[in-house]
């Protein structure tokens, strides 16, 4: 299984971002699939995930209500819409796949990352 993420960049408070990841070497739909953070100096975090056929999404307490993620099958492709975006939302994004069970995410393959800055 391969990740690849994009749509990272730079962004004022505010702003709006949307993280892609492409899927491949594998059937994407038999995945749960999210996005973990991590920022320099900080402990990694769970930001979103969804489940197989979209239809079971959880969110991490700091990006409710500004974080939508949403996945295309048809595309093998995740997408993270990020809006509200705030300083403390700086960090690196990797995309994941793996299993969803119940409320929790388990990731068992990552993507590379993609860096994701906000200025106040």
């Known amino acids: 299984v391969q990740l690849q993420a994009s749509g990272g960049g730079l962004v004022q408070a505010g702003g709006s971002l949307r993280l892609s990841c492409v899927f491949s070497?594998?059937?994407?739909?038999?995945?749960?699939v999210g996005w973990l953070r991590q920022a320099p100096g900080k402990e990694r975090e769970a930001v979103a995930s969804?489940?197989?056929?979209?239809?079971?999404?959880t969110y991490g307490d700091s990006v409710k209500g500004r974080y939508t993620i949403s996945r295309d099958n048809t595309k093998n492709t995740v997408y993270l819409q990020m809006n509200s975006l705030k300083p403390e939302d700086t960090a690196v994004y990797y995309c994941?796949?793996?299993?969803?069970?119940?409320?929790?995410?388990?990731?068992?393959?990552w993507g590379q990352g993609t860096q994701v800055t906000v200025s106040s």
């Open positions: 969804i489940a197989t056929t979209g239809l079971h999404t």
């Open positions: 070497g594998g059937i994407f739909s038999n995945y749960g």
């Open positions: 994941t796949a793996g299993r969803s069970i119940g409320t929790y995410f388990y990731p068992d393959y």
